[in-house]
Nanobody, 116 residues
C-alpha cells in the first residue's frame, strides 16, 4: 500500500518554477517531521528540506532562498515550491515522513528535469 504519493514533477527550463506535492494517507499517524529528499542520477539521496510538527523548517544550503517547504495539515499534504531552478536541481524528488515512534515512510518519487 502506497501511503505517500508525490506529484508535480516534469520538465522545466532553468530559471523557472515548479511546485511539488505529496499526499499522505491518513492511516499514517502522529507525524513528527515531513521531509523532501532528492536523488540525482548516479548520486546519493540527499535531504532537501524538512518541516517539523511545530512548523519549524530547515533547508539544504544548495536550495536556501530558492525552495520553500510548506504543509497543509487539514488535507495531509506537503509541498515544495521550487523557484529559480537550475540544471543541478534535476533529480527524483521523494517525500518522506517520520512518526513519533521513529518509523519512516517513503513515496515513490517524482522526476524533475531542469533544462539549460
Amino acid at each position: 500500500q502506497v501511503r505517500l504519493v508525490e506529484s508535480g514533477g516534469g520538465l522545466v527550463q532553468a530559471g523557472g518554477s515548479q511546485r511539488l506535492s505529496c499526499a499522505a494517507s491518513r492511516s499514517i499517524f502522529n507525524i513528527n517531521v515531513w521531509r523532501w529528499y532528492r536523488q540525482a542520477p548516479g548520486k546519493q539521496r540527499d535531504l532537501v528540506a524538512f518541516i517539523n510538527k511545530d512548523g519549524g523548517t530547515n533547508y539544504a544550503d544548495s536550495v536556501k532562498g530558492r525552495f520553500t517547504i510548506t504543509r497543509d495539515n487539514a488535507n495531509y499534504r506537503l509541498y515544495l515550491q521550487m523557484n529559480s531552478l537550475k540544471p543541478e536541481d534535476t533529480a527524483v524528488y521523494y517525500c518522506n515522513v517520520v512518526d513519533q515512534w521513529g518509523r519512516e515512510e517513503w513515496g515513490k518519487g517524482t522526476l524533475v528535469t531542469v533544462s539549460s
